[in-house]
């Protein structure tokens, strides 16, 4: 069973750009979740997705936005960067959040995004 | 605004000791993760507690849950060059939906010393 996968691994972008990252979650996963990993912030919640609706999000600026596909594929997309948007992004799919349940949240390799 | 704290920060241990990772929680959760992270790589999953006083072992790592607390542990035995990472505890708040919003603990960076 194919694990998440992340496009691109590696990106570098200039100030001011902007960028889509993509994540396809685990075959039958409808659930995906992003986060970001900064040296100085550590892990935070960006957004989650469950069929192409947001249901949770975390404490970013409007720059940072995402969808989500009808087959569960999900992207974000952060505009007009900034020096400190320079992080590792991860994504997690679970199979399907249901209130009081427990869904286990499985990662994927993450993109490194460059901000110069 | 649930906070988590793990402590310490950083930790250097030599080979064969003994030792603990503490995580603190500010909010009343049942649903407690720990992660291992390896230099420049994803998260993996060590441990998922979903009640209080859960107790999970694997391998040399034995990590447990006291809901009253808000507090869990992540033990070492006899640690081994092969433990050297960065350690994450993870809470989430039950919501409508599940767990899909985990809020992390800073991390802490293990080092074994040969």
Same mark, same amino acid.
């Given at each position: 069973?194919?694990?998440?996968?992340?496009?691109?691994?590696?990106?570098?972008? %200039?100030?001011?750009?902007?960028?889509?990252?993509?994540?396809?979650?685990?075959?039958?996963?409808?659930?995906?979740?992003?986060?970001?990993?900064?040296?100085?912030?550590?892990?935070?919640?960006?957004?989650?997705?469950?069929?192409?609706?947001?249901?949770?999000?975390?404490?970013?600026? &409007?720059?940072?936005? &995402?969808?989500?596909?009808?087959?569960?594929?999900?992207?974000?997309?952060?505009?007009?960067?900034?020096?400190?948007?320079?992080?590792?992004? *991860?994504?997690?799919?679970?199979?399907?959040?249901?209130?009081?349940?427990?869904?286990?949240?499985?990662?994927?390799?993450? %993109?490194?995004?460059?901000?110069? | 605004? *649930?906070?988590?704290?793990?402590?310490?920060? /950083?930790?250097?241990?030599?080979?064969?000791?003994?030792?603990?990772?503490?995580?603190?929680?500010? %909010?009343?959760?049942?649903?407690?993760?720990?992660?291992?992270?390896?230099?420049?790589? +994803?998260?993996? +999953?060590?441990?998922?507690? *979903?009640?209080?006083?859960?107790?999970?072992?694997?391998?040399?790592?034995?990590?447990?849950?006291?809901?009253?607390?808000?507090?869990?542990?992540?033990?070492?035995?006899?640690?081994?060059?092969?433990?050297?990472?960065?350690?994450?505890?993870?809470?989430?708040?039950?919501?409508? /939906?599940?767990?899909?919003?985990?809020?992390?603990?800073?991390?802490?960076?293990?080092?074994?010393?040969?």
């Amino acid at each position: 069973k194919a694990g998440v996968t992340q496009t691109p691994r590696y990106l570098i972008k %200039t100030r001011g750009q902007q960028v889509t990252l993509s994540c396809s979650p685990i075959s039958g996963h409808r659930s995906v979740s992003w986060y970001q990993q900064t040296p100085g912030q550590g892990l935070q919640f960006l957004f989650e997705y469950f069929s192409e609706t947001q249901r949770n999000k975390g404490n970013f600026p &409007g720059r940072f936005s &995402g969808r989500q596909f009808s087959n569960s594929r999900s992207e974000m997309n952060v505009s007009t960067l900034e020096l400190g948007d320079s992080a590792l992004y *991860l994504c997690a799919s679970s199979f399907m959040g249901s209130r009081g349940v427990y869904n286990e949240q499985f990662f994927g390799p993450g %993109t490194r995004l460059t901000v110069l | 605004e *649930l906070k988590v704290e793990q402590n310490p920060l /950083f930790l250097s241990m030599q080979e064969g000791k003994n030792y603990t990772i503490y995580c603190n929680y500010s %909010t009343t959760s049942d649903r407690l993760y720990w992660y291992r992270q390896d230099p420049g790589k +994803s998260l993996e +999953s060590l441990f998922v507690l *979903l009640s209080n006083g859960a107790v999970k072992q694997e391998g040399r790592l034995m990590a447990s849950l006291d809901t009253k607390a808000r507090l869990s542990t992540l033990h070492i035995t006899a640690a081994v060059h092969d433990l050297s990472a960065t350690y994450f505890c993870a809470v989430d708040i039950a919501s409508n /939906f599940g767990n899909e919003k985990l809020t992390f603990g800073t991390g802490t960076r293990l080092t074994i010393i040969p």
